[in-house]
């Protein structure tokens, strides 16, 4: 039960907010379905983040491929014949 804690107090003060707000008819600052996106875009962020923290060889790997360098060894190679 206290794994649910933590859903079950943000879903019971979201419920309170929004009788208060129903009360004082008060409409929530930001439309329903743009406050979902924008949680969704919040969850799906740190999942990414999370991703690539396990997976830091793939970001490397990822990172070394798009690298600024002007020549790639086996180029420099071939430039240097062509001299």
Known sequence: MS???PYLISLLAGLGIG???GMLSVRSPAPPIIALLG???????EAGIQW????SSFVQACLH???FA???PDQAVKDS???
């Open 39 to 45: 949680l969704l875009g919040m969850l799906a962020g």
């Open 70 to 72: 002007l020549n790639k």
């Open 81 to 83: 014949d062509a001299i």
């Open 3 to 5: 794994h649910f804690q």
């Open 52 to 55: 690539l923290k396990g997976h």
């Open 19 to 21: 009788v208060v707000y």
């Open 65 to 67: 491929e798009k690298s």
